[in-house]
């Protein structure tokens, strides 16, 4: 729980608690990302199967669908295994309108942008937490949309299996480190 956690603050989470701004950057600040973690049956101790929506203001992971999501998910990433391998599935989706409102035509690549931004402090965070993920672009959005319960506004952009690598162990002192540094993000 305090891995998923930390990796989903490193992609969203508030970094400064009077700007409210995050852990990764965000054209005008505007913020069009939402996180969902499609967690596994078993994939992750102390969280029932199910899929998650993570709101940055207060760190807190809120049940959106009970039950194990990540045949489907795997399915609508036309059946890519590790997605369904995966303990926890981070999916990054964007309410484009949020930055169009601001930036109109601009607005999608902007969005891109600042997903491939938080994706990347996934993957960082998973690295250093001594667990493994990869890029997963390759799906079919509206079933992923229907998969996750996202509202009609978000537009999927990202999955990214999480999982603990074989070769973990070796990585653990790392690890340790890693999660000692910043003990109250770790509700
Ligand atoms: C936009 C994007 C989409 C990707 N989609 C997939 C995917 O659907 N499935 C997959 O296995 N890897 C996917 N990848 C990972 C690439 O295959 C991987 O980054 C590439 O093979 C280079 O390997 P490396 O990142 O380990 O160096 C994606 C990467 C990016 C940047």
Same mark, same amino acid.
């Given at each position: 729980m305090a891995e998923l956690s930390q990796l989903l603050w490193a992609a969203q989470?508030? =970094?400064? =608690?009077?700007? *409210?701004? *995050?852990a990764s950057p965000s054209a005008g600040a505007l913020y069009p990302l939402e996180l969902y973690a499609v967690v596994r049956? *078993?994939?992750?101790?102390g969280l029932p199967a199910g899929v998650y929506r993570y709101s940055p203001e207060d760190a807190r992971m809120t049940m959106a669908k009970n039950g194990d999501m990540s045949g489907a998910l795997r399915a609508a990433a036309l059946d890519q295994e590790m997605v369904g391998l995966a303990a926890v599935s981070v999916v990054t989706t964007a309410v484009v309108q949020r930055t169009r409102s601001k930036y109109g035509e601009r607005a999608l690549q902007y969005v891109f942008q600042e997903s491939g931004h938080a994706a990347e402090n996934v993957f960082l965070q998973a690295v250093s937490l001594g667990l493994g993920t990869v890029m997963v672009g390759a799906f079919n959005e509206e079933e992923v949309h229907s998969v996750i319960g996202a509202r009609p506004e978000e537009r999927p952009i990202y999955i990214q299996p999480v999982g603990v690598p074989q070769h973990r162990g070796e990585r653990s002192t790392l690890r340790r480190k890693a999660l000692s540094r910043e003990p109250d993000r770790h509700r």
């Amino acid at each position: 729980m305090a891995e998923l956690s930390q990796l989903l603050w490193a992609a969203q989470g508030v =970094t400064d =608690t009077q700007s *409210r701004r *995050r852990a990764s950057p965000s054209a005008g600040a505007l913020y069009p990302l939402e996180l969902y973690a499609v967690v596994r049956e *078993r994939g992750v101790v102390g969280l029932p199967a199910g899929v998650y929506r993570y709101s940055p203001e207060d760190a807190r992971m809120t049940m959106a669908k009970n039950g194990d999501m990540s045949g489907a998910l795997r399915a609508a990433a036309l059946d890519q295994e590790m997605v369904g391998l995966a303990a926890v599935s981070v999916v990054t989706t964007a309410v484009v309108q949020r930055t169009r409102s601001k930036y109109g035509e601009r607005a999608l690549q902007y969005v891109f942008q600042e997903s491939g931004h938080a994706a990347e402090n996934v993957f960082l965070q998973a690295v250093s937490l001594g667990l493994g993920t990869v890029m997963v672009g390759a799906f079919n959005e509206e079933e992923v949309h229907s998969v996750i319960g996202a509202r009609p506004e978000e537009r999927p952009i990202y999955i990214q299996p999480v999982g603990v690598p074989q070769h973990r162990g070796e990585r653990s002192t790392l690890r340790r480190k890693a999660l000692s540094r910043e003990p109250d993000r770790h509700r």
